[in-house]
């Protein structure tokens, strides 16, 4: 199987180019956020989701939580994917799914302990895959992704295991760790954004060693 690679941070239709010309498989564009980095204008956003090639996944990062803001913001923005960063009740996934048909929902599941596979498992039949991150929802300053640490690996390889849905790895990972992630998790995707910047900006030469980084991991037994 082949590890999907999501970039995320992209701050320009620029670096939009770069990382699909590098092959990664989908974009993350960053909302507003409490805190962390790559946010961007959401008609940035919309400009960047416009020039993407059709078959790659545009993934609006979101902080918001009721229904009604992130149906405007999918809307305001043009994306094919919702990436949702903070929890939501359980009755806001099928308002989702009447407003925005054909609107992917990846929820963003931050592991931080045990409770991270009861709400992995709880939470993905309600969504089109999850995304696993090393964020803090809990900080008085709520920290929702770009932290750059590394979880436990172990319960991303559970929650891999036991959830019916595509499984995206996210949280500390760059060219010298991804290879081990992919064979100890066994992710559908791997997803970064510090990882292959470098002054704030999108590295081509960070993302190269990256994305052979995956495609030696995928060749590996």
């Not at 992995?120 to 895959?129: C, F, S, T």
């Not at 803090?136 to 295991?161: M, Q, Y």
């Not at 036991?162 to 997803?191: C, M, T, Y």
Request: proline share 6%; glycine share 10%; net charge neutral.
């Amino acid at each position: 199987m082949r590890t999907r690679v999501k970039i995320c941070c992209i701050a320009s239709t620029g670096e939009a180019r770069t990382a699909m010309g590098a092959g990664a498989d989908a974009l993350g564009l960053v909302s507003a956020m409490p805190s962390g980095p790559g946010v961007i204008a959401e008609d940035l956003i919309a400009e960047i989701a416009a020039i993407a090639p059709p078959a790659a996944g545009t993934f609006l990062l979101t902080s918001a939580t009721e229904p009604d803001a992130i149906v405007a913001q999918q809307r305001r923005c043009g994306v094919n994917t919702l990436q949702l960063c903070d929890a939501l009740a359980a009755g806001a996934y099928p308002v989702l799914r009447q407003a925005l048909p054909g609107i992917a929902l990846v929820q963003v599941i931050h592991v931080r302990g045990e409770d991270a596979v009861a709400e992995a498992r709880r939470i993905a039949p309600l969504v089109d895959g999850l995304l696993l991150d090393s964020g803090n929802p809990a900080a008085r300053v709520k920290e929702l992704g770009g932290t750059g640490r590394v979880h436990d690996w172990r319960l991303s390889r559970r929650i891999v295991a036991e959830v019916p849905r595509p499984v995206f790895l996210a949280g500390g990972l760059n060219a010298g760790n991804v290879a081990d992630a992919i064979r100890r998790v066994r992710p559908w995707g791997v997803d970064l954004c510090t990882g292959v910047r470098s002054a704030g900006a999108l590295d081509s030469a960070r993302l190269a060693a990256f994305m052979a980084a995956v495609a030696g991991a995928d060749g590996q037994p």
